[in-house]
């Protein structure tokens, strides 16, 4: 997990390196400073692996410490001193140490201990000059003697070091860098080794979404994750299809596709951020900002349909923001999903329309709820029928009639659109009778040139400007 600092090019001596054990690997070297009893400085080589600490003098080995042993880390505030402290199983003295790269060496230590042990190794800070009263020496070990700064300890952010080692195994689940891949989809002779995991973007029902840098383009990119146990919600072949002969503005364009014996993986540019990332900083869409959204997504549901392609998993995350604040839709790939039974649902609760529910196919008009409850989400800062029960939320998406909240003032003619979009009837939904055109057509979107729209990216400038997006 971490990246090795050999500044001594230990792993070049054989014999310190032959010492490791077979699960053993370097992690640091450097040179420091040794203080003995009574306060004379030797220079030393300080070797940290993923098991032991070394104090080499040259190549010859003086100390080699089980990092299980350090119990503790005093660290003098007024100089660069500062001890590792063992336990008294350990026969020697305390290591009483100084160097310039204090703060680095420690940093280290801390983060190789808690991957190791999956624990917090504490630290103390005293204000003395010189540490010598906080060190055990050998000769006292026998008496069971403590040191220990009589303050209070600091745990040196061992929440951020276990988050880090979290988000490594679970991409070590996801992903094996030896994994045999098959080329489906790219223009190149890509593998998928080329493209090196960084972290875990966030986790769906049946995908991953993984941060990765192609290692020869040193390029970003997402990756999506899917186990083929889940293929049953995913029409591969109609999606790999439709991006293959199809260029969309406002759809994000897929640039590999890999297969494995266990999983899909799907490579993509990555987005500058999704619009549920956008709803948590402004907490609410002001009107311009709605519009422009609603307008970009009118347009690519009317095109995926036209093509015969439903969307099925419309929500704000699936929704992103290219470089340019323009919106680039992902993941259209689950056709005609269906709920067997609500204990089996796959997907976010609260965007689900009525007739999913009822175990009724999901069509073309379900995009059109969804788009609904998107815009009410992005207007009020949260979705018109929610809570933390999953079956609660399903039992007023059914029952309960759509109300606006009075303190945020928004347009009538939207506040109509939202209306007609969320009827829970689908036969009486806008959009049922006439597809996207009659969505086009309602008063919200009176004014609105669908062919500028379309056309962003002939004059981004002009039109973000009109606007004033974001």
């Known amino acids: 997990m971490l990246n090795n600092c050999d500044e001594l090019h230990i792993l070049r001596l054989p014999k310190i390196v032959n010492t490791f054990a077979k699960d053993?690997?370097?992690?640091?070297?450097?040179?420091?400073?040794?203080?003995?009893?009574?306060?004379?400085?030797?220079?030393r080589y300080f070797v940290l692996t993923n098991k032991t600490i070394l104090l080499l003098n040259k190549q010859t080995i003086r100390r080699k410490v089980l990092l299980s042993f350090i119990i503790g880390i005093t660290i003098s505030s007024k100089s660069f001193e500062f001890i590792l402290h063992f336990k008294n199983e350990y026969d020697d003295d305390d290591l009483r140490l100084q160097t310039e790269n204090r703060s680095r060496l420690i940093e280290f230590i801390v983060k190789t201990y808690a991957t190791e042990f999956h624990i917090p190794l504490a630290s103390y800070q005293v204000q003395d000059l010189n540490l010598k009263k906080y060190v055990v020496y050998k000769q006292d070990r026998h008496k069971h003697i403590s040191k220990l700064p009589n303050v209070k300890a600091n745990f040196l952010n061992y929440k951020p070091i276990l988050d880090e080692q979290e988000n490594y195994l679970k991409m070590q689940q996801i992903y094996q860098q030896d994994t045999e891949s098959k080329l489906l989809f790219g223009d190149f002779l890509l593998k998928l080794k080329d493209y090196e995991m960084k972290k875990i973007i966030c986790e769906g029902s049946i995908s991953q979404i993984v941060q990765v840098i192609n290692t020869k383009t040193h390029t970003y990119h997402i990756m999506k994750c899917i186990n083929k146990e889940d293929h049953k919600y995913l029409n591969l072949n109609e999606f790999v299809t439709f991006e293959k002969y199809n260029r969309h503005p406002f759809l994000i364009p897929l640039e590999y596709c890999f297969e494995t014996f266990d999983k899909y993986y799907f490579i993509m540019p990555q987005a500058k951020c999704d619009l549920h990332k956008k709803l948590d900083e402004l907490k609410k869409f002001d009107q311009k900002q709605l519009i422009f959204i609603a307008q970009e997504l009118v347009v690519v549901l009317g095109d995926l349909h036209n093509k015969q392609i439903i969307h099925g998993d419309l929500t704000l995350e699936n929704i992103l923001l290219d470089q340019s604040n323009h919106i680039a839709l992902c993941d259209f790939g689950y056709l005609r999903r269906t709920i067997k039974n609500k204990d089996s649902f796959y997907g976010i609760a609260e965007y689900t329309p009525p007739e999913t529910i009822q175990n009724k196919d999901y069509q073309y008009y379900s995009d059109y709820w969804q788009l609904g409850i998107i815009l009410y989400e992005m207007a009020y800062g949260h979705p018109p029928f929610i809570d933390y029960d999953q079956n609660l939320t399903f039992d007023y998406i059914l029952n309960c009639q759509l109300e606006f909240p009075i303190q945020i003032d928004v347009d009538s003619q939207f506040k109509d659109?939202?209306?007609?979009?969320?009827?829970?009837?689908?036969?009486?939904?806008?959009?049922?009778?006439?597809?996207?055109?009659?969505?086009?057509?309602?008063?919200?979107?009176?004014?609105?040139?669908?062919?500028?729209?379309?056309?962003?990216?002939?004059?981004?400038?002009?039109?973000?400007?009109?606007?004033?997006?974001?």
């Not at 053993?24 to 220079?43: A, D, R, W």
């Open 417 to 470: 659109l939202l209306l007609k979009l969320l009827q829970k009837e689908p036969t009486h939904r806008i959009g049922y009778q006439m597809g996207i055109s009659e969505i086009q057509e309602h008063e919200y979107f009176q004014n609105t040139n669908w062919k500028t729209v379309y056309d962003k990216q002939l004059q981004p400038p002009e039109f973000e400007k009109k606007l004033k997006l974001f």
């Open 24 to 43: 053993e690997f370097l992690q640091l070297s450097m040179k420091v400073g040794k203080i003995n009893e009574y306060g004379n400085k030797h220079t």
